[in-house]
């Protein structure tokens, strides 16, 4: 096996793992939780495969399975995706893909995780990191958590965990991701942030494979450690039906920034994609009053 | 005062004229409410005027007034946005516009509505006509119907009143504005229709501008009959809390199609239109279960 097949296989098994640690780090949270919502039955995620569409060639273009978890005690709607697709970038494409204009194939792994929690005092949160090759290869990825009633101590302590995730590998990666996720999630219209950032990376390749590999592998673990640990904090708290309002209000303005500047979800809507898949980053309910 | 001077005042006063006798319409709609939610006072507009930014030269770029009722007894939240501004295309944009390359100077009026009602068996429904002059001048606007739970007498009586209105002016009318009405608004990624369609068209200029004045208003006296009655055909009918869901849901569809497709959202947004006027077609509740 060549190492750029060596490395598809490693990054889809790490993707699936890491599906597999969240996925029962939610599935703990909703059986502690004891505030709130607690009669209901904890929640629990229900998985389901999907194909991408077959390739023009004949060839299968690989798929993917959607994890989600709705109306949990603690998590009103969770979806993670992994997927593994490749296929052929048509000519328009290929022209902003690096290595794409050499040779228009392509492979593409990753997980992309948003979850919508019950709780205004609970933050809402993304994470995604993906593997892509053409005739190059590249990492990106990231973090960013979404408060409607942002907590000083939750903001700080979700920085200092992915800085110091990125700093054992180099001191110059958290405040160059940083700030490339508080300009990437920024809703122009609003003249406001999208949440409380966190980091935000893309062709990402030092030229060494193991330590981006391992990097990409700390931001996922890093995220699994952290988010719960907010999620305790707060989630036997109570909440006032003026705080859920706000939070459906705050959802209002992360659907606009899904729908209107997120680069995935328009990329998606606009060739064809899973429509499911990628939508499901979409709040379970939101207002505009 | 010039032809066009005139154009220009009277299509300005039109839409402020018909802004008042729909918002009269629909408040006496409020006021004869005997259905659901009969106990809340009836509903009432509240009107806020609003400036365009000034001019890159100094001048008043002119503005509008939005007029929103909310939480009524029938009307969930409707807005009706007439704007009357001016001032000079940016050279990309000018490229666009008819007449706009020799002269980047406009001026546009018009009126926007759209309604979301509390019922799920009353259609919500859109309207919007305008006047715009550069140094070619036309008119545009449209009229569809979107009901969750679309009834065929209703869709059917819709399409009647728009037909007759346009048959009266030109036979070619309504199948052509029809047609471009279900072109346009189609949700491609969900591969359905916004909702039951209606009319659509623009850079209409027959060459005889009185015509083609008395047809932009016919649209605008059509929409003041024939929606009103389909509301007091169903506001009296209870609803389930299933039924209720499914508007919830079909809503949320509704703000995919705005968010993503509507080319007066997406530009308005991204060329630091008024946030509140543009977004106001957002619904005020939405699910994406």
New interface residues.
């Given amino acids: 096996m060549s190492d750029l097949e060596s490395y598809k296989v490693r990054t889809k098994e790490w993707f699936e793992e890491l599906r597999n640690q969240i996925c029962a780090s939610f599935e703990a949270i909703e059986k502690e939780a004891a505030g709130p919502l607690s009669d209901r039955p904890a929640g629990r995620f229900d998985r389901t495969p999907w194909d991408r569409e077959d390739q023009a060639d004949g060839s299968h273009g690989g798929g993917g399975v959607m994890s989600i978890m709705?109306g949990g005690r603690v998590f009103e709607?969770v979806g993670v995706n992994v997927s593994t697709v490749h296929g052929t970038f048509t000519p328009e494409f290929a022209k902003n893909i690096p290595g794409a204009d050499q040779d228009p194939r392509f492979f593409a792994t990753g997980i992309s995780l948003v979850a919508h929690m019950n709780n205004p005092k609970v933050p809402a949160v993304h994470m995604n990191t993906r593997f892509i090759a053409t005739t190059k290869h590249w990492f990106g990825g990231g973090a960013d958590l979404n408060a409607a009633l942002p907590v000083k101590k939750d903001t700080s302590d979700f920085h200092k965990a992915f800085k110091a995730a990125c700093d054992a590998h180099n001191p110059d990666y958290y405040p160059k991701f940083k700030k490339w996720c508080d300009d990437y999630f920024y809703i122009?219209?609003?003249k406001r942030a999208r949440g409380e950032g966190g980091i935000f990376y893309d062709q990402h390749n030092t030229g060494t494979w193991e330590d981006d590999f391992a990097f990409t592998q700390d931001i996922g673990k890093t995220f699994n450690s952290i988010y719960p640990e907010l999620v305790r904090r707060h989630m036997n708290e109570e909440w006032t039906t003026e705080e859920r309002e706000e939070l459906?209000k705050y959802r209002?303005y992360y659907?606009?920034f899904n729908?209107?500047y997120d680069r995935g979800t328009?990329f998606g809507?606009?060739t064809?994609?899973n429509?499911e898949a990628?939508?499901m980053s979409?709040?379970?309910?939101?207002?505009?009053?």
């Fill in positions: 709705r709607k122009k219209h609003r459906l209002g659907a606009e729908l209107v328009t809507l606009k064809n994609g429509v990628i939508l979409l709040p379970p309910e939101a207002k505009w009053p």
